[in-house]
């Protein structure tokens, strides 16, 4: 299974971004964004099962919105009313047992104030 995430960039406060995922092979059931900025630990952003439930982190919720095109294999992640806090690699996951069991390489969002 290969993830290859795309759609990162830089961005101005309060602008908007779209990445996807591509999925190689058959989308896992769960799958989930996550992020890593600068000397912090990578941590969770939001969440999406087969049944298309979601769950969002506080600091994401009314902004982000996770999504999935099973026909297409891809992830997407929109994020809307963007803050210069968000900035951070962002990567996909497909989870196995609750926890991520492949990763992709990243992709670089930066937010500018």
């Known amino acids: 299974v290969q993830l290859v995430e795309s759609g990162g960039g830089l961005v101005q406060a309060g602008g908007s971004l779209r990445l996807s995922c591509a999925v190689s092979?058959?989308?896992?059931?769960?799958m989930g964004w996550y992020r890593q900025a600068p000397g912090e630990e990578r941590e969770l952003a939001t969440l999406?099962?087969?049944?298309?439930?979601?769950y969002y982190v506080d600091s994401v919720k009314g902004r982000f919105t996770i999504s999935r095109d099973n026909a297409k294999n891809t992830l997407y992640l929109q994020m809307n009313s963007l803050k210069p806090e968000d900035t951070a690699m962002y990567y996909c996951?497909?989870?196995?047992?609750?926890?991520?069991?492949?990763w992709g390489q990243g992709t670089q969002v930066t937010v500018s104030s």
């Open positions: 996951a497909a989870l196995a047992g609750g926890t991520p069991y492949y």
């Open positions: 092979g058959s989308i896992f059931n769960a």
């Open positions: 999406i099962s087969s049944a298309d439930t979601t």
